[in-house]
């Protein structure tokens, strides 16, 4: 397996690592929705249009139906904005489309299109530069063709075909450019800054630290209502496997059935709810599960770096906001997710954050790893210590394999959160404990062992649902 996707001269802001968008992946969710509005930029819609279709390739066409990869491409087609579309609408306007057999691209050209024959799932074709492949192809009336093939990249980045071998996103100079985890602590060592104020003067090179901070903040709000949507929402899950929500019973539970709070006091609802390490334990995987949970409903999710991985750095955040500090702070906010970021920036430009590239290692392992070290960082960490909490965090996710169940992000994916956010916060107290002049592995030494081992794992364990969990849990889920 080449470095097809990842560049060491990618300019990656915080706000590429973390976007705002629409469950359950980034990868078949959200990047065929931004490919699908891409495409129809590139059309000329003054000119009359005969048809439209779509074909899905390899791990797309294999796992895109459990995605909703189908919705996205024509939400996406549509125009829709999957930052503010509402989430409580995508059914009911899917359903419109695939009843009326017509759409209207960008909200003002109708056209007949019928999704049945439309928009294609192509398993056994693959296309050769990325598992993640699908294809656009318009005719005008006037006998005019044009196509054009996207990639969806993971974590919400799509590239077009000939933008392959070239950075995803625009190359910007940055006062402090970053390729590996060694430049990292060098500008941080060379400016007395920590990884957070690095990446605040990075994030120069885009916007001014006012804007930047408030959008950061509004990823957090974001991350937040998920999270509390995720512990308020009973029922089960979408699709065929009848899963139950968790995390509500797990709230409720935790909190002996007393729910007099809002959004704004549950906080504290939960400071008073007990003590102990168990009890701070429960409650991690509680927030952990309820941000999947969201996800696998289409609910609105942040990237963190992928929505399969979403809720391992919401839960380790809360967790710090509620069990570790003693009145939430925007400050210790800023720091943790813009510490988190960078570290995310160096698994995707020298590995992947694309579960179908890498397997699962390349989702929750690489949010394990953003998440300890912004908990380091938090805790008041070292640089050393914080790269030795991420590098530690991934250790131990190493070869971790990616097989969803039906398709779908649900099993083993919800729990894979759960346990991803827990071996964050163990890898961040065996960072604050351990000596980094002692260490015997690298961050940069462990990101290469991911991409390397992503290499040599057999591409059926990288969202294609043919092996693993997938293929040998009972028959009565298997069959869905």
Same mark, same amino acid.
């Given at each position: 397996m080449s470095r097809r996707f990842a560049s060491a001269r990618e300019s990656l802001s915080v706000l590429d690592m973390f976007k705002i968008g629409v469950g359950p992946s980034s990868s078949h969710t959200l990047g065929p929705w931004r490919a699908a509005q891409r495409f129809v930029a590139e059309l000329d819609l003054e000119r009359e249009l005969k048809s439209l279709r779509v074909c899905l390739y390899g791990s797309l066409a294999k796992t895109g139906k459990g995605h909703g990869t189908d919705l996205a491409i024509m939400m996406g087609l549509t125009g829709a904005d999957p930052v503010s579309f509402p989430t409580d609408r995508l059914a009911e306007t899917v359903k419109a489309i695939r009843q009326q057999k017509e759409i209207r691209l960008n909200d003002e050209v109708l056209l007949s299109f019928d999704p049945e024959s439309c928009l294609l799932f192509c398993p056994a074709e693959s296309l050769p530069e990325h598992p993640n492949g699908m294809r656009f192809e318009v005719q005008y009336k006037d006998g005019d063709e044009y196509q054009a093939v996207y990639f969806s990249i993971g974590g919400g980045f799509v590239s077009r075909q000939d933008e392959l071998g070239v950075s995803a996103v625009d190359f910007v100079e940055l006062p402090y450019p970053i390729n590996t985890a060694a430049d990292l602590t060098r500008w941080c060592r060379e400016t007395g800054l920590s990884i957070a104020g690095v990446v605040e003067k990075n994030e120069l090179a885009w916007?001014?630290?006012?804007?930047?901070?408030?959008?950061?903040?509004?990823?957090?709000?974001?991350?937040?209502? %998920? $999270?509390?949507?995720? %512990?308020?929402?009973?029922?089960?899950?979408?699709?065929? $496997?009848?899963? @139950?929500?968790?995390?509500?019973?797990?709230?409720?539970?935790?909190?002996?059935?007393?729910?007099?709070y809002t959004i704004e006091t549950w906080r504290d609802a939960i400071r008073n709810s007990g003590t102990g390490f168990s009890h701070a334990l429960d409650w991690l995987s509680c927030f952990a599960l309820a941000v999947n949970e969201e996800n696998a409903a289409f609910g609105r999710v942040v990237t963190a770096p992928t929505n399969g991985a979403a809720g391992v750095i919401p839960a380790v955040l809360w967790y710090l906001l509620v069990f570790e500090q003693?009145?939430?702070?925007?400050?210790?906010?800023?720091?943790?997710?813009? @510490?988190?970021?960078? =570290?995310?920036?160096?698994?995707?430009?020298?590995?992947? =954050?694309?579960?179908?590239?890498?397997?699962?290692?390349?989702? =929750?392992?690489?949010?394990?790893?953003?998440? #300890?070290?912004?908990?380091?960082?938090?805790?008041?960490? &070292?640089?050393?210590?914080?790269?030795?909490?991420?590098?530690?965090?991934?250790?131990?996710?190493?070869? $971790?394999?990616?097989?969803?169940?039906?398709?779908?992000?649900?099993?083993?994916?919800?729990?894979?959160?759960?346990?991803?956010?827990?071996?964050?916060?163990?890898?961040?107290?065996?960072?604050?404990?351990?000596?980094? #002049?002692?260490?015997?592995? &690298?961050?940069?030494?462990? =990101? &290469?062992?991911?991409?390397?081992?992503?290499?040599?794992?057999?591409?059926?364990?990288?969202?294609?649902?043919?092996?693993? $969990? #997938?293929?040998?849990?009972?028959?009565?889920? &298997?069959?869905?």
């Open positions: 916007r001014d630290a006012s804007e930047t901070r408030r959008a950061v903040l509004k990823i957090w709000q974001t991350m937040y209502e %998920c $999270l509390y949507r995720g %512990c308020h929402t009973d029922g089960e899950l979408p699709g065929d $496997l009848q899963v @139950t929500r968790r995390a509500p019973a797990f709230n409720r539970r935790l909190l002996d059935n007393d729910l007099d003693e009145q939430p702070d925007d400050d210790v906010i800023m720091q943790f997710l813009l @510490t988190a970021s960078e =570290i995310g920036c160096l698994f995707k430009k020298r590995a992947t =954050i694309s579960a179908a590239m890498g397997g699962c290692q390349a989702e =929750i392992g690489v949010s394990s790893a953003m998440a #300890a070290a912004g908990l380091t960082a938090c805790r008041g960490g &070292s640089v050393d210590q914080v790269t030795m909490a991420a590098e530690i965090a991934m250790e131990h996710h190493l070869g $971790l394999t990616c097989d969803p169940v039906g398709g779908l992000v649900q099993i083993p994916c919800i729990e894979r959160n759960a346990m991803g956010a827990v071996k964050a916060v163990t890898a961040s107290q065996l960072a604050l404990f351990g000596d980094p #002049a002692k260490a015997k592995v &690298s961050l940069d030494a462990v =990101i &290469s062992t991911m991409w390397q081992t992503a290499a040599d794992m057999s591409d059926k364990y990288k969202e294609t649902s043919e092996a693993g $969990l #997938a293929v040998n849990i009972p028959i009565s889920l &298997s069959e869905c």
